[in-house]
């Protein structure tokens, strides 16, 4: 692993220092020297693989050179990240750099021991295994082990809900571009109509901005907080964001279940908007149903809003949308973002009061529960990834994944986003962070906000023993009384 470097060598070495120990790295293969940046978590990797971080556009592993070695100890203030060239970047974390030289840079001097040359090729083996011998055939559009989404049933619809002033709403899925976070900062259009709020950038883009409280004639109230969302959604050949009070669920229901506008209902302008309402819990909630295109039926609200629009279309260059974006359900867990592929994500629901337990099973097996007449075994993220503590229990949401004809529910700590990615932003995951673990497929390195957004593999979410669970509770064909 390590050994005491020649007494005269013509070569340049980085000598560090990690604890009481110094080692010493051929400069050759020191591409830098960094402050630790801003790093996020891999699940179910080696404890030494401190994260992921974002190196100038590259997805750049950071592993802790104190836990390659064995040892436990935090990093000090003075940490850095020496930035390793094996083809791709692989960042070290130590202790304090001590010197750069010829030779003379590995003498201990004050009577301290010779600095150690490092095998790292053997020291990363120890937790990461060959850690060059995958990913470089692999290209980083294609989601490994992913196949693409199946159509609707034709008797289901497909929903994004949220709420506006305390009433549940949604649009149809095929209509909805994406949904982010409403930004600080909003720029006013001037002599514009209330209900438009003006306009954001999404990616070099601007968007119009509307307030969908205003288009629905509902009652006034500040337009902002932590929770608040903007659904992009298709008007005609535009994209147009609609502000909301907060994202609540992605629903697929089968269409009897959305009845007709009641005719008596239909003669306001806020009404006439609504194309159906969806029944749910047996009829003790109710959703409203918009339809994008009527919510601009308004000649001078489409007059304000159409220069905006042809804007954004002028705008569209290498950073628009194209055919090759891919739309993600982004959710966090354990303070870090996730996303899922939206074509494997069938439902994003609110967790049920209460869950029938089963009998003897795994620890992350949090129980069943009645999804319609179906029944979906539930899992608890946060332990399948091994994180500590529980997430806010009112935010938490149940994002239902179809994988291999099975249905599975993840527990989550909130859903924040459903978002298009460009396949410019989309990255192969580094072999150190993928070692031990498929289930980051990718990673989106969306640089302009400062994000990292780890991608799952639906298929790799479920080990084998957990798929044979599944399989064995399906095979009997059991089902719960709807409830």
Do not use: W
Not at 207 to 230: E, M, N
Not at 309 to 333: C, H, W, Y
Not at 384 to 394: L, T, V, Y
């Amino acid at each position: 692993m390590t050994e005491t470097a020649p007494p005269a060598v013509a070569q340049s070495f980085l000598t560090v220092e990690v604890g009481d120990e110094r080692f010493a790295f051929p400069a050759a293969d020191v591409a830098e020297v960094i402050r630790p940046p801003a790093v996020t978590r891999v699940p179910l990797g080696p404890s030494s693989l401190v994260g992921v971080a974002n190196l100038r556009g590259a997805v750049m592993p950071v592993v802790s050179l104190h836990a390659l070695l064995g040892g436990k100890a935090a990093p000090p203030e003075t940490a850095r990240v020496v930035v390793i060239d094996r083809g791709a970047p692989v960042g070290l974390v130590i202790d304090k750099v001590a010197s750069l030289g010829a030779g003379a840079g590995h003498d201990g001097g004050e009577g301290r021991a010779p600095a150690r040359l490092i095998d790292l090729d053997t020291l990363l083996s120890r937790d990461f295994g060959s850690f060059v011998r995958r990913g470089q055939h692999r290209q980083a559009s294609t989601p490994q082990g992913f196949q693409a989404p199946t159509a609707l049933a034709r008797d289901e619809a497909a929903l994004v809900c949220f709420t506006v002033s305390g009433q549940d709403f949604a649009l149809p899925l095929g209509s909805v571009h994406e949904v982010v976070a409403l930004p600080q900062g909003v720029a006013a259009v001037p002599h514009a109509d209330a209900v438009m709020l003006g306009v954001m950038t999404l990616r070099g883009r601007l968007l119009p901005l509307a307030s969908l409280r205003g288009l629905l004639g509902l009652r006034a109230a500040s337009q902002g907080g932590s929770r608040s969302r903007v659904v992009v959604a298709r008007a005609g050949d535009a994209l147009v964001g609609l502000v909301t009070d907060g994202m609540r669920e992605i629903l697929r229901v089968p269409s009897a279940e959305i009845d007709p506008v009641p005719a008596i209902l239909a003669r306001g302008g806020a009404e006439a908007r609504i194309q159906g309402i969806c029944r749910l819990d047996g009829g003790r909630r109710l959703v409203s149903v918009l339809s994008a295109d009527s919510l601009f039926r308004d000649q001078a609200l489409a007059e304000q809003m159409m220069p905006q629009a042809g804007k954004n279309q002028d705008m569209g260059t290498a950073d628009g949308p194209s055919d090759g974006d891919e739309q993600f359900i982004v959710f966090r867990l354990g303070g870090e973002e996730y996303g899922l592929p939206i074509g494997a994500v069938d439902e994003v629901v609110r967790v049920p009061d209460t869950l029938t337990r089963l009998p003897k099973a795994p620890a992350f097996i949090e129980g069943v529960m009645n999804l319609r007449g179906r029944v979906v075994p539930v899992i608890d993220q946060r332990r399948r990834f091994k994180f500590e503590g529980r997430g806010e229990s009112r935010r938490e949401r149940i994002v239902v994944v179809r994988i291999d004809g099975m249905h599975a529910g993840f527990v989550v700590d909130t859903v924040s986003e459903v978002l298009k990615i460009p396949q410019s932003q989309l990255r192969a995951t580094p072999d150190l962070a993928a070692e031990g673990s498929q289930v980051v497929d990718r990673i989106a390195n969306i640089e302009i906000e400062g994000r990292m957004i780890l991608l799952l593999n639906p298929r790799e979410l479920l080990d084998r023993a957990e798929k044979d669970l599944i399989a064995a509770m399906g095979s009997g064909g059991t089902e719960l009384p709807p409830s």
